[in-house]
């Protein structure tokens, strides 16, 4: 859930940094954005971690992870053509608006998972 805040203030930094009176405190916005984003590349392995450990099945944690790195190359082969119309048509903003709408929509079924850990489980063991 964190991460979807995060990546929601990102895009909103990336899209709205332009209307910061100062350029020297947009441009800080954008750096930090810009480290931010980069940041993420980290979480990754966080959430690879986190799933082996609240997996049920050991066997079941490769096909959940190739499963994630097959949907995720086939949005990042179709979202930057449609990223590229929107930034033509509507400005850059609306890209980066879209985008932190994806994070709410992700902080939203993030929040919904409700799985028992196995630290609860061995608990009860």
């Known amino acids: 859930m964190v991460d979807s805040v995060l990546v929601f203030l990102v895009c909103i930094g990336y899209g709205y940094a332009h209307l910061i009176g100062s ?3 947009a441009l800080g916005v954008l750096y930090t ?18 799933l082996a450990k609240i997996a049920l099945k050991p066997e079941d944690v490769a096909p959940s992870l190739s ?4 949907i995720n ?12 119309l929107m ?12 985008a932190a709408g ?4 992700m902080l939203f079924f993030s929040n919904r998972i409700r799985a028992e ?3 609860s489980m061995e608990r009860k063991a």
């Open 23 to 25: 350029h020297t405190l």
């Open 33 to 50: 954005c810009f480290v931010g984003d980069l940041l993420f590349f980290g979480t990754n392995i966080a959430r690879d971690t986190y």
């Open 67 to 70: 499963l994630g790195v097959s």
């Open 73 to 84: 190359h086939a949005v990042s082969m179709s979202v930057p053509a449609l990223g590229g």
């Open 87 to 98: 930034w033509m048509k509507y400005g850059h903003a609306s890209v980066f608006l879209a």
């Open 102 to 105: 994806v994070a709410v929509v």
């Open 117 to 119: 850990s196995t630290w």
